[in-house]
């Protein structure tokens, strides 16, 4: 099956600095990677997503970058923010069999220090 | 706001005791899903919906029992829990279950005594 490796596992920054979060996957097979935030006590939140076919998307301060050779996606925040202090998790999914599960990584705890 | 609904927020349940969550969602959404989390760790999916119908079923123990009595509705029921299954239960729905984003609710905190 599809494997996610997540790294920094803990991530911390000053506010204005910027964050970048990796993820490498498995399957080559898998061709969405959405993003989540997870703030404590809350849901998890999808703040941007990438398919196959594209290798960056940008919304405001964040960006996703897909390199499907080398199989990583990778996670950009610039300027970032106090509020951007959360769990962040990558994920990766694919079709067949497994149609609807996403793989997630395990998690990289961002904090933005003021 | 949140566009899928879960009921209830917290729930202590003995572990001979029989409880359901209930989530809910408006969007048009043909997919659901259960997810388990553990503090600090990713969500762990437990079962999908796909039009209705039950298309996976991640070996979840058979004290967990899903229900999707429409497209708008999925149900989980428990029974005869273990300490071990504390935790916060997440529905999401997407589109469909086709790589399409998925959308979580605010969860369940389950605590069982």
Known sequence: GENVEQHPSTLSVQEGDSAVIKCTYSDSASNYFPWYKQELGKRPQLIIDIRSNVGEKKDQRIAVTLNKTAKHFSLHITETQPEDSAVYFCAASRGGSTLGRLYFGRGTQLTVWP | ?113
């Open chain 2, 1 to 113: 706001d949140t566009e899928v609904t879960q009921t209830p927020k917290h729930l202590v349940m003995g572990m001979t005791n029989k409880k359901s969550l209930k989530c809910e969602q408006h969007m048009g959404h043909r997919a659901m899903y259960w997810y388990k989390q553990k503090a600090k760790k990713p969500p762990e999916l437990m079962f999908v919906y796909s039009y209705e119908k039950l298309s996976i079923n991640e070996s979840v123990p058979s004290r967990f029992s899903p229900e999707c009595p429409n497209s708008s509705l999925l149900n989980l029921h428990l029974h005869a829990l273990q300490p071990e299954d504390s935790a916060l239960y997440l529905c999401a729905s997407s589109q469909v279950v086709a790589n399409q984003p998925q959308h979580f609710g605010d969860g369940t905190r389950l605590s069982i005594l």
